[in-house]
């Protein structure tokens, strides 16, 4: 059975910094890509960030570049995403993803097979 459990959001100042995590079970024989959404109120579920199977290639939207930072650890079998500089506009409910076309970094949610909970980022101004 598949699980992605993220953790990490919480309640910062706007310059602040938070870190991601995101730990995933029962792929350990699989390569995978891994992927950072988020989704606030009333608007879509958006892109954020993607790093594929050896950390080798990564995407980011736009609207985080310079400031937030994928990485992971496969070993630990984990993917974090380091936030700074944060902003009110990063307020959402953030979700980690997983993608079996392992070399993948897609920015479309559809493309991703297995989803986390989703954890709270909210930024204070």
């Known amino acids: 059975q598949v699980q992605l459990v993220d953790s990490g959001g919480g309640l910062v100042q706007a310059g602040g910094s938070l870190r991601l995590s995101c730990v995933v079970s029962g792929l350990s024989f699989s390569p995978y890509a891994l992927g950072w959404f988020r989704q606030a109120p009333g608007k879509e579920r958006e892109f954020v960030s993607a790093?594929?199977?050896?950390?080798?290639?990564?995407n980011y939207a736009d609207s985080v570049k310079g400031r937030f930072t994928i990485s992971r650890d496969n070993a630990k079998n984990t993917v974090y995403l380091q936030m700074n500089n944060l902003k009110p506009e990063d307020t959402a409910v953030y979700y980690c993803?997983?993608?079996?076309?392992?070399?993948?970094?897609?920015?479309?949610?559809?493309?991703?097979?297995?989803w986390g909970q989703g954890t709270q980022v909210t930024v204070s101004s």
């Open positions: 993803a997983a993608d079996l076309a392992f070399a993948r970094v897609g920015s479309d949610p559809r493309r991703y097979d297995y």
């Open positions: 790093i594929n199977w050896n950390g080798g290639s990564t």
